[in-house]
């Protein structure tokens, strides 16, 4: 998940609710208000690369496979498939039984008349897959089988000879044997295949809903638990979804890992999903109203910002103040990410047109930089350095390695400065650095970073857009510079190392457009490895040399702060993969009863 993953210096999912105060035990008054913020994206699957609109989408679209709610690791399990795929002997042909039950909802009841479509079938899965591959839909999920699967890249080469994609060819690679029978046929092992069926690129994507006009991608058509309602949604405003009436169906997990069965989410076993009638996704981009929207009562989950940290916790890491008063549960989260300011390497000053000039330049400004300052200042110590792209508990992390390019030298970047010929930054042009949104975080941030580089003589410019804005810049590869941050899409070091990887340059995750075939050659012998302890050395040194080259300023991985009400049931904060909100519910007499209180 791009800037997931996933996500820019601030891109994480806040997870709040602004919820109606009804009371009783009605199943279908109960309401879970959730936020981001940033602005919603395009609901295209194949253009699902943002943590926001993922969230958003995952609650309604369903993919093949996605990761069970109460088990200690991330584990897949079927959603619209039977059961995992079956694998020939030489690991190359996987064949997916699709479920029969699961049909298509239209919100809108104008491409599905009456709401209920048509069943999901095999060949939604070969259609959505072709649309990644086709150049006129410029993916930025391409990358997952961009030379992977037989025949694939071969039709999207005549689709750009030709000017147009032939969605009726069949293709060796990706086919459906039968409405119920997917087989996917390789060109080389991939060992991460089975996690990309669980990713919102391959969701299911009914035809009819792309072709239903210019507009279709700002509502949506999929088979989850709930769907979009058009009339109460508010674009870049609200987003109202509501229980899918069509819905398959599913069961409250009845296995629980040791941290599920700790938490005490563990008790609603065999119960009906989902627990909530309705989702709403507000977008709001201040941290001040959101945090008041918490305190009150109007918000179901939260977070706790910069400014009211040391009011809400105590130096060992316990609630204090008015959320403990209130009865809230804190979830202390390690994410599974890396942030980071990335360098365009095709501009001519900091890039690879510059040569040695260019690294010197950036590898000064990295040095320049003091990630321990800014997680004291801005995330109150809730966040742990990264000195690769690799994050911890992932295949080839070191925990004794240390980045030579984050040790806050001031003298040694100035002496990087002038070797590259400008010394005390005398000659080198304004840098630009694009920012994600304009709120007062943005700014703060923004200011910081510029403080610190004017140390060394570095003057930047800070460029304040909206999420989508600043996205359309990075796709055209129009960011001299920027923050962001990928959050795992699977649990494998690859989709981190897949960031650096020249031919998933821009509109695909390598935002940074970086390119070195060294780095490449041990991405694509890793890639094709099982997990083990040779595979490990691969990633690490392919790690190592992008420290060398640095394309970026490697940043941290932060520690989510999860709040949840007390009448918030079954929450549990998951940051790999989409389509929580079903597995949580509300205690609506629970919660009359405490608001009542205050």
Sequence with gaps: MKNLFRATAAVVLAIFALASCAGGGDASKKVLNRSSIAKIKSFDPANLTDLYTTTVAGDVLEGLYEYKYLADSYELQPLLAE????????????????????????????????????????????????????????????????????????????????????????????????????????????????????????FATPHEWVESGEDWANTMVGAGPYYLDAEQTIPQSKYVLVKNPAWHGQKYPTEAGAVAKQMGIDKAATQDLPFVNTVVYNIIEETNPRWLKTLSGELDLGGIPKDNFKDAVDADGALIGEPAAKGMTLQKVPNSEVTYYFFNWEDPILGAPAGEKGKKIRQAMSLAWSTEKYIEVFDNGRAKPSHTVIPEGFGGYDPDYKNPYKAYDVEKAKALLAEAGYPEGKGLPVIKFEHTGSAALDRQTGEFFAKYMSEIGVKIEDVYNDWPGFMKKVDKHQAQMGGLAWGADYPDAQNFLQLLYSKNAAPGPNSANYSNPEFDKLYEQASVMQPGAERDALYSQAALIAVEDAPWIVERARITFALNQSWVKNYRYRDIGSGYSKYIDIDLAAKEKALAAK
């Design 83 to 202: 059961g995992l795929p079956t694998v020939s002997a030489d690991g190359l042909t996987y064949t997916i039984k699709v479920r029969k039950d699961a049909f298509y909802y239209d919100g809108t009841k104008t491409i599905f008349k009456d709401g209920k479509g048509r069943a999901v079938v095999a060949g939604d899965f070969v259609y959505s897959i072709k649309r990644l591959a086709d150049p006129a839909v410029e993916s930025g999920g391409w990358w997952l089988f961009d030379g992977s699967l037989k025949g694939l890249n071969e039709w999207a080469e005549a689709a750009k000879t030709s000017g147009k994609a032939d969605y009726s060819a069949e293709i060796e690679g990706v086919k459906a044997l039968d409405d119920q029978t997917l087989q996917l046929t390789l060109t080389k092992p991939y060992p991460q295949i089975q996690y990309t069926l669980a990713m919102s690129f391959t």
